[in-house]
């Protein structure tokens, strides 16, 4: 079993930066990828960003490149998720994924489905 623990979440203005960490714990004994999920009120989860084990490898969304960065830290079983000029369309609760079998890119791709493990979510919020 792995847990995942999201954090950072908060309220924001339009335009801010925030950043979110996630930590892995439990038997993360394998290379997995990790990713970022979002769930906006009254509409189905999305994907954000994904990033396979060795960090040189990653995948986004169109809605956040340019914007959002993600990275990791093995030696701390940590994703992060860097977030940049900020829009009220960006409020939504964050989930992080992590996954042994997949890409980043398939993580993205298959829109999260088949994801082995889910984080319990953090809310961003993006309002003046």
């Known amino acids: 079993q792995v847990q995942l623990e999201e954090s950072g979440g908060g309220l924001v203005q339009p335009g801010d930066s925030q950043g979110l960490s996630c930590v892995a714990s439990?038997?993360?004994?394998?290379?997995?990828?990790m990713g970022w999920f979002r769930q906006a009120p009254g509409k189905e989860r999305e994907f954000v960003a994904a990033?396979?084990?060795?960090?040189?490898?990653?995948y986004y969304a169109d809605s956040v490149k340019g914007r959002f960065t993600i990275s990791r830290d093995n030696a701390k079983n940590t994703v992060y998720l860097q977030m940049n000029s900020l829009k009220p369309e960006d409020t939504a609760v964050y989930y992080c994924?992590?996954?042994?079998?997949?890409?980043?890119?398939?993580?993205?791709?298959?829109?999260?489905?088949?994801?082995?493990?889910w984080g319990k979510g953090t809310l961003v919020t993006v309002s003046s």
């Open positions: 439990g038997h993360t004994f394998r290379t997995y990828t």
């Open positions: 994924a992590l996954d042994f079998k997949t890409t980043a890119q398939a993580m993205g791709l298959r829109r999260g489905n088949g994801v082995d493990y």
């Open positions: 990033i396979g084990w060795s960090g040189g490898s990653t």
